[in-house]
Protein backbone atom coordinates (compact mmCIF):
# COMPACT_ATOMS: atom_id res chain seq x y z
CA UNK A 1 0.00 0.00 0.00
CA UNK A 2 1.32 3.61 -0.74
CA UNK A 3 2.02 5.55 2.43
CA UNK A 4 3.35 9.43 3.03
CA UNK A 5 5.37 9.87 6.07
CA UNK A 6 5.83 13.11 7.77
CA UNK A 7 8.67 13.58 10.04
CA UNK A 8 7.81 16.19 12.66
CA UNK A 9 4.18 16.71 13.21
CA UNK A 10 5.43 20.37 14.47
CA UNK A 11 8.02 22.61 13.33
CA UNK A 12 9.11 26.30 14.40
CA UNK A 13 11.31 28.16 12.32
CA UNK A 14 12.32 32.31 12.94
CA UNK A 15 11.03 34.41 10.68
CA UNK A 16 13.22 34.50 7.55
CA UNK A 17 15.01 31.61 8.27
CA UNK A 18 14.70 28.37 5.98
CA UNK A 19 11.65 26.43 6.06
CA UNK A 20 12.09 22.60 5.68
CA UNK A 21 9.32 20.26 5.91
CA UNK A 22 10.21 16.54 5.74
CA UNK A 23 7.67 14.08 3.29
CA UNK A 24 9.13 10.38 2.37
CA UNK A 25 6.59 8.19 0.24
CA UNK A 26 6.14 4.40 -0.39
CA UNK A 27 5.14 3.54 -3.82
CA UNK A 28 5.39 0.56 -5.69
CA UNK A 29 4.56 2.60 -8.99
CA UNK A 30 5.94 5.52 -10.18
CA UNK A 31 3.93 8.54 -8.17
CA UNK A 32 2.74 11.24 -7.78
CA UNK A 33 3.21 14.13 -5.03
CA UNK A 34 1.47 16.54 -3.96
CA UNK A 35 1.89 19.18 -0.94
CA UNK A 36 -1.46 21.43 -0.17
CA UNK A 37 -1.44 23.87 2.78
CA UNK A 38 -4.27 24.51 5.27
CA UNK A 39 -4.77 27.82 7.02
CA UNK A 40 -6.35 27.71 10.14
CA UNK A 41 -10.56 27.59 9.34
CA UNK A 42 -9.69 26.76 6.23
CA UNK A 43 -10.08 24.54 3.17
CA UNK A 44 -7.23 22.93 1.50
CA UNK A 45 -4.86 24.48 -0.98
CA UNK A 46 -2.39 22.81 -3.44
CA UNK A 47 1.08 24.33 -2.90
CA UNK A 48 3.09 22.49 -5.55
CA UNK A 49 2.64 18.96 -7.50
CA UNK A 50 5.43 16.31 -9.27
CA UNK A 51 3.82 14.70 -12.17
CA UNK A 52 6.86 12.79 -13.25
CA UNK A 53 8.68 16.40 -15.01
CA UNK A 54 11.40 18.59 -13.66
CA UNK A 55 11.95 16.64 -10.23
CA UNK A 56 12.40 20.47 -8.70
CA UNK A 57 8.80 21.86 -8.63
CA UNK A 58 7.97 25.43 -8.43
CA UNK A 59 4.81 26.33 -6.36
CA UNK A 60 3.21 29.51 -5.31
CA UNK A 61 4.11 31.81 -1.96
CA UNK A 62 7.81 30.70 -2.76
CA UNK A 63 7.68 27.20 -1.91
CA UNK A 64 9.85 24.42 -3.59
CA UNK A 65 10.33 20.83 -3.40
CA UNK A 66 12.13 18.28 -5.13
CA UNK A 67 11.24 15.00 -5.41
CA UNK A 68 14.53 12.57 -4.91
CA UNK A 69 13.31 8.46 -6.28
CA UNK A 70 16.82 7.37 -4.65
CA UNK A 71 15.68 8.65 -1.15
CA UNK A 72 12.03 8.49 -1.91
CA UNK A 73 11.29 11.90 -0.43
CA UNK A 74 9.69 14.90 -1.75
CA UNK A 75 10.74 17.78 1.21
CA UNK A 76 9.02 21.12 0.75
CA UNK A 77 11.60 23.89 1.42
CA UNK A 78 11.46 27.91 1.02
CA UNK A 79 14.41 30.03 1.56
CA UNK A 80 12.78 32.92 4.01
CA UNK A 81 9.77 32.15 6.39
CA UNK A 82 6.81 34.74 6.65
CA UNK A 83 4.55 35.34 9.40
CA UNK A 84 1.77 34.52 6.75
CA UNK A 85 3.31 30.72 6.35
CA UNK A 86 2.23 29.74 9.75
CA UNK A 87 -0.47 26.83 8.54
CA UNK A 88 -0.36 23.21 8.89
CA UNK A 89 0.91 21.38 5.50
CA UNK A 90 0.11 18.27 4.13
CA UNK A 91 2.25 16.02 1.95
CA UNK A 92 -0.13 13.57 -0.53
CA UNK A 93 0.67 10.97 -2.75
CA UNK A 94 -1.76 9.98 -5.61
CA UNK A 95 -0.28 6.42 -6.52
CA UNK A 96 -0.15 5.42 -10.13
CA UNK A 97 -1.71 8.40 -11.47
CA UNK A 98 -5.39 7.52 -10.08
CA UNK A 99 -7.50 10.57 -8.29
CA UNK A 100 -7.12 9.33 -4.59
CA UNK A 101 -5.40 11.21 -2.93
CA UNK A 102 -3.42 9.11 0.28
CA UNK A 103 -1.77 12.11 2.67
CA UNK A 104 0.41 12.14 5.37
CA UNK A 105 -0.53 13.13 9.12
CA UNK A 106 0.38 17.06 8.60
CA UNK A 107 3.31 19.22 9.75
CA UNK A 108 1.84 22.69 11.60
CA UNK A 109 4.23 24.85 10.61
CA UNK A 110 5.34 28.17 13.50
CA UNK A 111 7.03 30.89 12.55
CA UNK A 112 8.40 33.29 14.93
CA UNK A 113 8.61 36.77 14.82
CA UNK B 1 -15.10 32.41 -9.91
CA UNK B 2 -17.02 30.10 -7.18
CA UNK B 3 -15.27 27.29 -5.21
CA UNK B 4 -16.55 24.34 -3.83
CA UNK B 5 -18.90 24.92 -1.11
CA UNK B 6 -19.92 22.94 1.40
CA UNK B 7 -23.13 23.47 4.23
CA UNK B 8 -23.70 23.05 7.03
CA UNK B 9 -20.39 24.67 7.85
CA UNK B 10 -21.17 22.71 11.73
CA UNK B 11 -23.48 20.18 12.62
CA UNK B 12 -23.91 19.17 16.44
CA UNK B 13 -26.23 16.26 16.63
CA UNK B 14 -26.84 13.24 19.22
CA UNK B 15 -25.55 9.44 18.96
CA UNK B 16 -27.46 7.37 16.79
CA UNK B 17 -29.05 10.50 14.77
CA UNK B 18 -28.15 10.60 10.86
CA UNK B 19 -26.63 13.41 9.20
CA UNK B 20 -26.33 14.94 5.63
CA UNK B 21 -23.51 16.94 4.56
CA UNK B 22 -23.43 18.52 1.48
CA UNK B 23 -21.11 19.38 -1.12
CA UNK B 24 -21.74 22.24 -4.32
CA UNK B 25 -18.74 21.34 -6.95
CA UNK B 26 -16.99 24.02 -8.63
CA UNK B 27 -19.00 24.10 -11.91
CA UNK B 28 -17.78 22.05 -14.89
CA UNK B 29 -15.94 19.93 -12.13
CA UNK B 30 -16.61 15.87 -13.30
CA UNK B 31 -14.65 14.40 -10.66
CA UNK B 32 -15.98 14.84 -6.81
CA UNK B 33 -14.21 13.19 -3.38
CA UNK B 34 -15.11 13.02 -0.16
CA UNK B 35 -12.51 12.92 2.43
CA UNK B 36 -12.35 13.06 6.50
CA UNK B 37 -10.32 14.67 8.82
CA UNK B 38 -9.55 13.60 12.39
CA UNK B 39 -7.50 13.60 15.31
CA UNK B 40 -5.81 10.53 15.71
CA UNK B 41 -6.81 9.57 11.70
CA UNK B 42 -5.44 12.42 9.66
CA UNK B 43 -6.73 12.94 6.37
CA UNK B 44 -8.63 9.56 5.02
CA UNK B 45 -10.05 9.09 1.60
CA UNK B 46 -13.60 8.07 2.12
CA UNK B 47 -15.36 8.12 -2.10
CA UNK B 48 -14.92 9.49 -5.59
CA UNK B 49 -16.77 10.23 -8.22
CA UNK B 50 -16.28 10.48 -11.45
CA UNK B 51 -18.82 11.57 -14.34
CA UNK B 52 -21.47 8.63 -14.89
CA UNK B 53 -18.73 5.61 -13.56
CA UNK B 54 -19.73 3.80 -10.50
CA UNK B 55 -18.12 5.48 -7.78
CA UNK B 56 -15.12 4.20 -5.55
CA UNK B 57 -16.48 3.51 -2.11
CA UNK B 58 -13.16 1.85 -1.09
CA UNK B 59 -12.73 4.62 1.76
CA UNK B 60 -16.46 4.50 3.44
CA UNK B 61 -15.30 3.07 7.20
CA UNK B 62 -18.67 1.74 7.75
CA UNK B 63 -22.14 0.43 5.94
CA UNK B 64 -23.54 3.86 7.98
CA UNK B 65 -21.70 5.94 5.42
CA UNK B 66 -23.09 6.34 2.74
CA UNK B 67 -22.76 9.40 -0.64
CA UNK B 68 -24.65 9.80 -3.80
CA UNK B 69 -24.15 12.75 -6.43
CA UNK B 70 -27.43 13.58 -8.07
CA UNK B 71 -26.84 15.07 -11.33
CA UNK B 72 -23.09 14.83 -11.78
CA UNK B 73 -23.35 17.71 -9.49
CA UNK B 74 -24.42 17.92 -6.17
CA UNK B 75 -23.40 15.44 -3.74
CA UNK B 76 -24.81 14.40 -0.33
CA UNK B 77 -23.14 12.24 1.89
CA UNK B 78 -24.85 10.46 4.43
CA UNK B 79 -24.12 9.08 8.13
CA UNK B 80 -26.70 7.14 9.99
CA UNK B 81 -26.80 5.95 13.47
CA UNK B 82 -24.04 8.52 14.21
CA UNK B 83 -21.33 7.51 16.70
CA UNK B 84 -18.78 9.87 18.51
CA UNK B 85 -15.95 8.37 16.86
CA UNK B 86 -17.66 10.07 13.36
CA UNK B 87 -16.84 13.38 15.17
CA UNK B 88 -14.49 15.21 12.05
CA UNK B 89 -14.08 17.76 9.99
CA UNK B 90 -15.62 16.73 6.50
CA UNK B 91 -13.92 18.03 3.49
CA UNK B 92 -15.31 17.92 -0.06
CA UNK B 93 -13.03 18.32 -3.32
CA UNK B 94 -13.66 18.72 -7.20
CA UNK B 95 -12.03 18.42 -10.20
CA UNK B 96 -11.63 18.40 -13.60
CA UNK B 97 -11.83 15.02 -14.49
CA UNK B 98 -10.23 15.44 -17.61
CA UNK B 99 -6.98 13.50 -16.62
CA UNK B 100 -4.42 12.78 -14.35
CA UNK B 101 -2.96 13.39 -12.00
CA UNK B 102 -5.40 16.44 -11.48
CA UNK B 103 -5.47 19.38 -8.29
CA UNK B 104 -8.50 18.65 -6.27
CA UNK B 105 -10.18 22.00 -4.74
CA UNK B 106 -11.23 21.10 -1.90
CA UNK B 107 -14.07 22.56 0.22
CA UNK B 108 -14.15 24.46 3.60
CA UNK B 109 -15.31 21.29 4.97
CA UNK B 110 -18.44 20.39 7.75
CA UNK B 111 -17.69 20.42 11.34
CA UNK B 112 -19.75 17.18 12.69
CA UNK B 113 -19.79 16.79 16.55
CA UNK B 114 -21.69 13.83 17.22
CA UNK B 115 -21.93 13.95 21.05
Known amino acids: AQSVTQLGSHVSVSEGALVLLRCNYSSSVPPYLFWYVQYPNKGLQLLLK??????LVKGINGFEAEFKKSETSFHLTKPSAHMSDAAEYFCAVSPGGGNKLVFGAGTILRVKS | GAGVSQSPSNKVTEKGKDVELRCDPI?????LYWYRQSLGQGLEFLIYFQGNSAPDKSGLPSDRFSAERTGGSVSTLTIQRTQQEDSAVYLC?????????????FGPGTRLLVL
Open chain 1, 50 to 55: YTSAAT
Open chain 2, 27 to 31: SGHTA
Open chain 2, 93 to 105: ASSLGNGSPETQY
